[in-house]
C-alpha cells in the first residue's frame, strides 16, 4: 500500500512534536531548569548584548568557511550572499525545523543562484556542515582525551569517551586516504570511483567532493575556522556559566558544549528545546556537578538568545526575497528535478 507523501510528512512532523512537547514537560516535571536564577540573568543587557556580538561573529566565522568552499567550487557567490543566506537558514531552522530545515533552505536558494551549477552549489551546503560537525565532534574528543581522569568511575563517560575517539579515528582514516589517492594509486578505491561516477546524481556529487582533493589548503582553512567556531562557543557559554557562578572549569565546556549542542540538533522543536535541557542536565550529572540543573538553565538562557539572534535573518529573507520576485526563489520552492538538474 503507498503512502501519500503529504500524509507520511504530517504524520511525521505531528510525531516529532509530539515527542517535543513530551520532553518539555519532563523537563519541567523534573525541575531541569532553575527559572529563578534564570530570570535574574536572561535578559540582563551585558549578558544579552555579549551573546548577540558573539553569535555575530560565529556567523561570520561560519560564512568564511563557506565561502572557502564555494570558492574552490569556482562558484560566483559573494561573501555577502553566503552571509544573507546563512541567517535566512538560521531563522528558518530555529523557527520550522521539522518541516523545513535551515541547511534546505540554503540549499534551494544557493541552487537558485546557480542554475547551471546547481549539484556543486549544494553539496558546499553539505560539506560545509559535515565539517562543522566533525569538528565539534573532534573537541570533545581531544578534550576528553587530555582530560582522562574525568572518565575515572564514571561508565557513561566512558561509553562516550571510546565513541567520540572512535569516530575521530575513522574521520582521520578515511579522510588521510582521500587526499593521499591524488599521490598514490589505490586500486581499490579507483575502481570504486570509476563505477560511482556513471551513477548519474552520485557521479556529480562526486565530481564536486573529488574537487576538494587538490584544496588541501583550503581544507586545512575549514577546519581551523572550525575550531575557532567551538572556541568562540564554548567561551561564550563558560562566560555566561561563570556568571551564574557554575563551578565547572573551561576545559569542562570544551567537552560538555560540543556534545550537548550536537544531541541538541535534533529537530523536535525550535532551537532544540527541550532535547537541549535533558542533554546538558545529564551532561553535568556524568561530570559530577552537584547542582545539574545549572546545565538546563544555562542551556535555556544561550537558547533564547541565540532565537532573538536567529529573528534577524527575518530581515535578510525579506531582503532576498524582494530582490528575487521570481516564485521559486521568492519562496524557496524549488522541486528536486530542479534543484539537481545540471
Not at 515527542?19 to 544579552?48: C, H, K, Q, T, W
Not at 553569535?55 to 562558484?75: D, F, N, P, S
Not at 574525568?150 to 565513541?163: D, F, I, P, T
Not at 570504486?192 to 573529488?210: S, W
Request: glycine share 8%; aromatic share 12%; proline share 3%.
Amino acid at each position: 500500500m503507498k503512502v501519500d507523501r503529504k500524509v507520511a510528512d504530517k504524520v511525521k512532523f505531528t510525531l516529532k512534536l509530539v515527542v517535543g512537547l513530551g520532553l518539555v514537560v519532563y523537563v519541567l516535571r523534573s525541575n531541569m531548569v532553575d527559572f529563578a536564577a534564570l530570570g535574574e540573568v536572561i535578559f540582563r543587557p551585558l549578558n544579552l548584548g555579549l551573546s548577540l556580538v558573539a553569535y555575530t561573529l560565529m556567523t561570520v566565522v561560519i560564512v568564511a568557511r563557506w565561502h572557502l568552499l564555494v570558492k574552490a567550487q569556482g562558484l560566483s557567490l559573494s561573501f555577502k550572499e553566503l552571509f544573507s543566506l546563512t541567517m535566512i537558514g538560521n531563522f528558518f531552522n530555529t523557527f520550522m525545523p521539522g518541516s523545513v530545515g535551515g541547511d534546505l533552505i540554503k540549499a534551494w536558494y544557493v541552487a537558485g543562484q546557480e542554475p547551471k551549477r546547481k549539484t556543486k552549489a549544494i553539496f558546499t551546503v553539505l560539506l560545509d556542515r559535515v565539517i562543522g560537525l566533525t569538528i565539534i565532534v573532534f573537541s570533545a574528543a581531544a578534550t576528553l582525551l587530555l582530560f582522562r581522569e574525568w572518565l575515572a568511575g564514571r561508565a557513561e563517560l566512558k561509553v562516550l569517551a571510546y565513541s567520540l575517539w572512535a569516530f575521530t579515528g575513522a574521520t582521520i582514516f578515511f579522510g588521510g586516504l582521500f587526499f593521499l589517492s591524488t599521490r598514490v594509486r589505490i586500486p581499490q578505491v579507483s575502481r570504486l570511483m570509476e563505477l560511482l561516477k556513471d551513477v548519474k546524481f552520485v557521479g556529480k556529487v562526486l565530481e564536486a567532493l573529488l574537487l576538494y582533493r587538490n584544496e588541501l589548503p583550503t581544507m586545512f582553512k575549514a577546519v581551523f575556522f572550525s575550531f575557532l567556531n567551538v572556541l568562540l562557543l564554548s567561551s561564550l557559554w563558560a562566560i555566561h556559566g561563570m556568571a551564574m557562578g557554575i563551578d565547572i572549569t573551561l576545559a569542562h565546556y570544551f567537552f560538555i558544549v560540543p556534545i550537548g549542542l550536537t544531541v541538541s540538533a535534533i529537530p523536535l522543536l525550535p532551537g532544540g528545546i527541550g532535547v537541549g535541557q535533558v542533554a546538558f542536565f545529564t551532561l553535568f550529572s556524568w561530570l559530577g556537578v552537584k547542582n545539574p540543573e545549572q546545565g538546563g538553565t544555562l542551556c535555556t538562557l544561550l537558547q533564547v538568545h541565540l532565537i532573538l539572534f536567529n529573528c534577524l535573518g527575518a530581515y535578510f529573507y525579506l531582503r532576498f526575497k524582494s530582490a528575487r520576485p521570481s516564485k521559486n526563489m521568492a519562496t524557496g520552492c524549488i522541486s528536486d528535478s530542479e534543484m539537481y538538474s545540471v
